[in-house]
């Protein structure tokens, strides 16, 4: 799914917190978000995510607007996700069940998810009682049982042990592989953009920036 | 100190003797006040949910309006609907003075404010955080609804508990609305001040110790539900 915004302007309390001119996120790729605190970028993206109101301009999605667009194929990972208080596997397979899934398709979805992201023997815990690291992994999972178009991921890995950064960020790379899933994340961690992202986008006091970087994959 | 002992004793034959009348006013009492809380949470549990939400300009006096609403004088109350309900009020007409139903619009008023006060406080606290997590996992508003209701039950649940202590104890208002009349209005709180206004401690005792019996089995029911929260 392509986005695009367009004069974009969002204020809190008088303050412009984002100003964006114009912003195009190609179907398929994965942005990385980067600036400093206060820049406006998880503003941004819940904006884009239909979180967030904004006083003027337009976002769209694949051409259409906000009102004409089914936010259900967008997603967005907040960095301190919320932990439904039911078990791991009832948390990944709420997304399904309110989609009117069976039972054997949860059933299977769910743990094809929970291996993936290596979270098998958690299945049965309460979310609630999971470690950082942990909630992390099975609000990614949430957002990825239904395999949404779009991922927006709001500092996705910050105070994660590396063995989880792996996992996560391999998790994604195959999505955006097998799925041609967009993906926009958020990032402090300049090595972790280079690792994952095709595409980078500056932000400062509001306004946008975007440039390709040419040495992917290197 | 003769007489309480005989008032405990007179209160615990009464209850034995399964009294007619002591039971009706138990049942009166326990059905007015299940019907009061019942239609004050299915306004205070969606209006609460809603409010603690949204942002609007008036939030703050909003805020201490449903606070002060909390702690409304139920003599005050009752007088009030009393005035609308009397014969030459603006609501006479519908000829509800001395009923149950007035009894329980005036237990509504002094309800609501309570579960919708305590529901709004959970909400404003963590509503956002699950309204975003339902929002962008695909949920429509009722399911959002549904899952703040599930995420917020405990909370839920001790409004309404709360609510229904204050509907089944409160003495002012229904007296001043209902009138304590015999087989049709008269309550267990109506009862014991009745009872304690004229010397018969005995029916004031029984009539006291089935509510404290009822304010405990509502209370385990509670800590059967948050303690292993």
């Known amino acids: 799914m392509d986005i695009e915004l367009t004069h974009v302007l969002k204020k809190y309390q008088n303050k412009v917190v984002v100003d964006i001119e114009k912003a195009t996120f190609k179907s398929g790729k994965v942005y990385g978000v980067i600036g400093e605190n206060g820049a406006g970028k998880t503003t941004l993206l819940k904006m884009i995510a239909g979180l967030e109101p904004y006083e003027r301009g337009s976002i769209y999605y694949n051409g259409k607007c906000l009102e004409q667009t089914d936010l259900r194929r967008v997603t967005y990972l907040s960095q301190t996700p919320y932990m439904m208080q039911m078990s791991v596997y009832n948390n990944i397979a709420y997304p399904l069940k309110i989609r009117g899934f069976t039972d054997a398709q949860i059933n299977s979805s769910v743990n094809a998810i929970l291996d993936e992201l290596q979270m098998d023997a958690l299945a049965n815990q309460m979310a609630t009682q999971l470690s950082g690291g942990e909630s992390q992994k099975v609000a990614l999972a949430r957002a990825l049982v239904f395999n949404p178009e779009v991922l927006l991921l709001d500092e996705p890995t910050a105070s994660i042990d590396q063995n989880t950064i792996k996992v996560i960020e391999s998790t994604i790379a195959k999505r955006n592989r097998e799925m041609h899933m967009t993906v926009i994340t958020i990032s402090h961690d300049r090595d972790q953009i280079n690792r994952m992202c095709e595409e980078i986008v500056t932000m400062e006091r509001g306004k946008s920036n975007v440039y390709s970087r040419h040495n992917h994959g290197e | ?229």
């Open chain 2, 1 to 229: 100190m003769n007489f309480i002992t005989e008032g405990f004793k007179e209160a615990l034959t009464l209850l034995m003797s399964f009294d007619k009348e002591v039971y009706t006013i138990m049942g009166l009492s326990i059905g007015l006040s299940l019907m009061s809380t019942f239609c004050s949470a299915l306004l205070g549990i969606p209006f609460g949910i809603y409010l603690g939400l949204k942002t609007f300009k008036l939030k703050r006096a909003f805020t201490r309006f449903v606070y002060t609403a909390m702690s409304l004088p139920p003599v005050v109350v009752g007088l009030a609907v009393a005035i609308f309900f009397s014969r030459s009020g603006p609501l006479g007409t519908f000829g509800l003075m001395f009923t149950p139903t007035a009894m329980i619009i005036a237990q509504v008023i002094l309800v609501t404010p309570i579960i919708m006060g305590i529901v709004f406080n959970a909400s404003k606290e963590k509503g956002r955080a699950i309204y975003n997590v339902g929002k962008t996992l695909g949920a429509n508003r009722l399911q959002i609804l549904m899952l703040m209701i599930t995420e917020m039950r405990v909370t839920i649940l001790i409004a309404v508990v709360t609510g229904f202590g204050r509907a089944i104890s409160e003495v002012g208002a229904v007296m001043i609305v209902g009138g304590n009349i015999k087989g049709h209005t008269r309550v267990m709180t109506t009862y014991i001040a009745m009872n304690n206004s004229m010397g018969n401690y005995g029916m004031a005792i029984a009539m006291g110790m089935v509510l404290l019996i009822i304010s405990f089995i509502v209370n385990s029911i509670l800590y059967h539900f948050t303690a292993g929260d």
